[in-house]
Each structure stands twice: as structure tokens, then as C-alpha cells.
């Protein structure tokens, strides 16, 4: 299994920015196309942003383009979601993935960081 730990959440005011990361073990990190969800309360948990193995494939939801930019560095087993012009509706519990093809398959899970944007 794969084991994913997100961290980097916290509270922001609006037009903010934070970097959330996700450190992963297990098996091996280069071989998964990883991506972040949020879940934002009483809504259903929502795609916002995926990266291959490479990190030269990545796409994102339409409601994060040009604020949100997924990065990996393999060598340290770490996904990014550098958070730009945060907005309140941002609010969410991020979660990070691992999956096992572009595009991805969810397989594994982290157990989210909490992000709050003010206004």
C-alpha cells in the first residue's frame, strides 16, 4: 500500500496564498499519477488538480486554472498544490491521491489538511 500525509492547511485570508504537500511511502512514489481533491462541508468531494508520474502531464479543475499549480519532485516522495489568490470558496478538507494511470485511478488516500479562506 501506499500512504499519503498532507500537511500544510491552515487559515488564510482571502487573496492569499498557501502550498499544501503531500508526503508519500509505501510503494513506489514514481510510478502514480497523484492528484488533490477537496471537500468543502455538506458538498460532495470535487477533482482540483492531477500530475503524472513525469510531472510532464497535468490538468486541473476549471475553477482553480491560473491560481493552482500541482508540482512533484520525485526525489523526495512529494506532491505540491501551490495555492494562489485564494478565494472563500476554496474552503475545503484537501485531500491528496495516489492513482495508478493517467488519468488517474484513485487507488490510495490521505487523510486531509484543512484549508480556510477568509473574507
Known amino acids: 500500500q501506499v500512504q499519503l500525509v498532507e500537511s500544510g492547511g491552515g487559515l488564510v485570508q482571502a487573496g492569499g496564498s498557501l502550498r499544501l504537500s503531500c508526503a508519500a511511502s509505501g510503494r513506489s512514489f514514481t510510478s502514480y499519477t497523484m492528484g488533490w481533491f477537496r471537500q468543502a462541508p455538506g458538498k460532495e468531494r470535487e477533482f482540483v488538480a492531477a500530475?503524472?508520474?513525469?510531472?510532464?502531464?497535468?490538468s486541473s479543475a476549471d475553477s482553480v486554472k491560473g491560481r493552482f499549480t500541482i508540482s512533484r519532485d520525485n526525489a523526495k516522495n512529494t506532491v505540491y498544490l501551490q495555492m494562489n489568490s485564494l478565494k472563500p470558496e476554496d474552503t475545503g478538507v484537501y485531500y491528496c491521491?495516489?492513482?495508478?494511470?493517467?488519468?488517474?485511478?484513485?487507488?490510495?488516500w490521505g487523510q486531509g489538511t484543512q484549508v480556510t479562506v477568509s473574507s
Open positions: 491521491a495516489a492513482g495508478s494511470r493517467w488519468p488517474g485511478v484513485y487507488n490510495y
Open positions: 500530475i503524472n508520474w513525469s510531472g510532464g502531464l497535468t
